[in-house]
Structure formats: structure tokens, C-alpha cells
């Protein structure tokens, strides 16, 4: 994998410029790296451009304020691109401003977003959001399914509620980002079957199985 000369780490909030996989079209960009109690940081989202659109990875109650941010101040994304919405779980840290969110897009930019999950989380999602059925289109992913030319996988991990990473794939890449959990031991052995590939693998260094990730 060949990263981006770009590529910035700033002490304890990390600040991502884009990142190519072998000069393709399919970028990701990393919006926070916080976890659930971080004050300063950013909560943990990710933004995948593959044409123009973007796939959001999570939208806790930070990454709303931080995406307004980085289109009006800074012009290093175009926020009218964005169409998609993954959800992992249903953790505040996760979804904190994802009604925001979807009102912003609706009622600022006319864009009705796609919000997509797999298995428990999409259930929960429809109870969640069932009052905004009119603002977006909520998408239950089955495992493998090629959504607007892309196949989108999910990683189950391991954590205190229903939480599922995200591979994302075209002919001849691949984004993988694990999302909430414990080091996973089957993750080798997921990776092993892509060749280009940027891996995003959060995990705790807890050896308690009691004990939760803390991310």
C-alpha cells in the first residue's frame, strides 16, 4: 500500500489528508480518531470518495460540527457530495449528530441521504430515525452487496452492542475499517483476500475479556 506523502500526525488529534490506493480514484479521508469520553478530539469517522460522492463511516456528535468545518472554512472536502451514510452501531459516540446531519443535507442542500447498515444496527436505525423517513432512504445491507458499483462487506466485531465494520472494494481496491472493537483474530485471515488495501483496525490492549473497548 502506497500512502499519500501527505499524510500528517499531530500529537494525540491525528489530522488525515486524503489517501490513494495505487493512484485510483477511491480516496479516504480520516475525520477523528476520538473516543467516547475525548473532549478535544473528534469522535471516530472516516469519509470514502469514490467518484463524486462520499461515503460517511459513522457520525457521532462531533463529526457534523467537523465536516462543516473542514467545507466552509477550510475547502478541503465538498460536503454536496456527500450521498451516503454507514452506521456501525448505535453508540452515542457513533450517531450523535446524524439527525443533524440529515437535516442539514435535506433542508440546506436538498440532498436526501442514503443510510446504510447491516443486520441489528439497520433495525435499530429504522426505530431511530422513524420520524425522518421523508429526509433519507434507510438502506439494510446484505453482506457482499455492490451498492452504486461498489461492493461493501461487514466486518463483525467485537464490542459491547451489535457492531459491524465496512470493506469497501471496487475491481481493484479496497478500504477496510474495522470500527469499535477488540483485536480481532480472524481479521489476517479477511485482509489476506485483498491485494490493494488501506486497513483501519481500532482495537483495546485489554486482556480482560470483561473489560470494552474504549474507542
Given at each position: 500500500v502506497k500512502l499519500s506523502?501527505?499524510?500528517?500526525?499531530i500529537n494525540h488529534n491525528v489530522q488525515?489528508?486524503?489517501?490513494k490506493i495505487n493512484r485510483n480514484k477511491m480516496r479516504v479521508k480520516q475525520i477523528g480518531n476520538g473516543g467516547a469520553f475525548d473532549f478535544e478530539s473528534v469522535n471516530?469517522?472516516?469519509l470514502i470518495e469514490e467518484g463524486s460522492e462520499y461515503i460517511?463511516?459513522?457520525c457521532g456528535y462531533s463529526v457534523y460540527a467537523e465536516l462543516r468545518k473542514l467545507n466552509d472554512y477550510h475547502d478541503e472536502i465538498d460536503i454536496k457530495m456527500l450521498r451516503n451514510v454507514y452506521i456501525s452501531h448505535?453508540?452515542?459516540?457513533?450517531i450523535g449528530s446524524l439527525k443533524t446531519l440529515i437535516f442539514y443535507m435535506y433542508f440546506m442542500h436538498n440532498i436526501k441521504l442514503n443510510i446504510l447498515a447491516f443486520n441489528e444496527v439497520a433495525d435499530e436505525l429504522n426505530l431511530y430515525l422513524k420520524d425522518m423517513k421523508k429526509y433519507i432512504d434507510l438502506h439494510k445491507l446484505s453482506n457482499g452487496i455492490i451498492y452504486n458499483g461498489l461492493k461493501l462487506e461487514s466486518i463483525k466485531t467485537s464490542h459491547h452492542v451489535e457492531c459491524y465494520g465496512l470493506i469497501v472494494s471496487d475491481n481493484k481496491n479496497s478500504i477496510m475499517i474495522s470500527g469499535d472493537t477488540k483485536a480481532l483474530v480472524n481479521f489476517p485471515e479477511i485482509v489476506s483476500r485483498y491485494e490493494n488495501k488501506i486497513i483501519f483496525h481500532d482495537f483495546s490492549e485489554w486482556d480482560n475479556e470483561e473489560q470494552q473497548v474504549n474507542a
Open positions: 506523502k501527505k499524510l500528517k500526525l488525515f489528508s486524503y489517501i471516530s469517522s472516516f460517511l463511516f459513522d448505535m453508540d452515542d459516540d457513533h
